[in-house]
């Protein structure tokens, strides 16, 4: 393709801002150019392969075109089709992948939850099948799991789907259980994966572009497929909603367009400002003063002073659960001072001031908290294991080792219990 010429899309107007010019990353105004693209795109052709291969499996002729058009038209909250959140975790300990299995997937140790879920696979599940599902157990495992946007969609044809299609693009033959729970204001599916598929194979498939983009756009498609393409006014809703949104979207894209640094302001910790251009702007300029990401002017409400690498404190919200509760529960330093750990080679010493332990429905994470009320720095330390009781109160050095040849945190105890618990 090289020497091709292409012409750059128009964008007449922002969708969220209507007096804006949306403008991206290559610079895409309303003005036609033109650009020479000298080189292969890969990411480009693997999304061309993806989108081949999901009809394939999913799609009927009639459809298609209709469906090709449809996909490449537009994404995100503007696209008809469903919305649907998944994540993964896995573990290499035994014991821990009993645990999700006995404790997790059926809330054994919930009081609060009285009708207790079942567990479902392909085939019925009774005790002989979650029996055999213990005796080929491995360390090994994942963790998943499946949130529909719309309450609507029955969680457990959903997950069943999903396994048959994923069984189809990798060649395993899955050995699973799941659950799906109904104590939270969204039903969601927890799905457990073996390690070891019925052939004897070894699991290793879940990782990269196959997690982020294949397995989520299958979920989508299901949900789609499952309650029809949503409504304008579903869409419409799912705007509203956005300006509350706890991570990094495509309103906080404008606001850093129209943000500057201001001669005037000497607040380091507030070094951005920016000026809400309408009602959409506003209200998302509120929630991050709500979420302590921003604060308002004294002397105009529309002027609001943006914190220091709130984008990126954003990101980490939308990665780790815990982050922004962790920015409202820290004892010596301030929220603006908590970072995330292993950004940089910088070695985290102070006190463990706070425990978060991966429950599967409040919190997805298993993190640290670490304090140096002399040095006023504060960081969250995500970590594999589930962080011992004993920790809290400790003294602690923290650096990132890359044992493996994976860069994980290695928290060594200077002292135990410096403050009481």
Request: net charge positive; aromatic share 10%; charged share 35%.
């Amino acid at each position: 393709m090289r020497g091709i010429k292409m012409r750059r899309r128009v964008i007449k107007q922002s969708p969220f801002f209507a007096n804006t010019t949306a403008r991206d990353g290559n610079g895409w105004d309303n003005r036609p150019k033109y650009f020479k693209l000298n080189k292969k795109d890969d990411m480009r052709e693997a999304r061309k392969l993806y989108k081949t291969l999901e009809y394939l499996l999913t799609s009927s002729d009639n459809n298609y075109e209709k469906e090709k058009y449809r996909a490449s038209s537009g994404g995100g909250f503007f696209t008809r089709q469903q919305n649907c959140v998944l994540k993964m975790r896995y573990g290499f300990e035994l014991s821990k992948h009993m645990r999700f299995l006995e404790e997790y997937l059926t809330q054994e140790k919930k009081n609060e939850v009285i009708e207790k879920p079942k567990l479902f696979s392909e085939n019925d599940v009774d005790d002989a099948f979650v029996e055999n599902y213990k005796n080929n157990m491995d360390s090994k495992h994942f963790k998943f799991i499946i949130s529909p946007e719309n309450p609507e969609v029955d969680c457990k044809v959903l997950t069943k789907t999903l396994i048959k299609r994923m069984e189809k693009i990798t060649g395993y033959k899955f050995s699973w259980l799941a659950a799906v729970h109904t104590n939270t204001n969204h039903p969601h599916a927890h799905l457990l994966i073996n390690g070891i598929d019925k052939n004897g194979k070894k699991v290793d498939c879940f990782r990269g572009t196959m997690l982020k983009h294949t397995i989520r756009e299958m979920a989508r498609q299901i949900c789609t497929e499952l309650k029809g393409e949503r409504t304008e006014e579903e869409i419409e809703a799912a705007k509203r909603k956005l300006p509350e949104a706890n991570r990094y979207c495509v309103l906080d894209k404008e606001i850093e367009h129209y943000s500057f640094i201001r001669s005037s302001n000497n607040d380091s910790d507030y070094p951005m400002s920016v000026r809400s251009q309408n009602e959409v702007m506003y209200k998302r300029l509120c929630h991050l003063e709500k979420i302590g990401l921003a604060k308002r002017d004294e002397n105009e409400s529309n002027i609001f002073y943006l914190e220091k690498d709130w984008s990126e404190k954003l990101h980490s919200a939308g990665r780790y659960s815990s982050y922004l509760k962790a920015r409202n529960e820290l004892l010596f330093t301030h929220g603006v001072d908590l970072k995330i750990f292993g950004n940089d080679n910088e070695v985290a010493n102070g006190i463990i001031t706070k425990l978060y332990k991966m429950n599967y429905e409040e919190s997805w994470d298993n993190a640290v908290v670490i304090e140096n009320k002399e040095s006023k720095k504060a960081w969250f330390v995500p970590v594999y294991n589930e962080p011992n009781d004993k920790l809290l109160g400790a003294e602690v050095s923290c650096h990132r080792s890359d044992k493996g040849g994976k860069m994980r945190p290695i928290v060594h105890v200077e002292k135990w219990n410096v403050i009481e618990k």
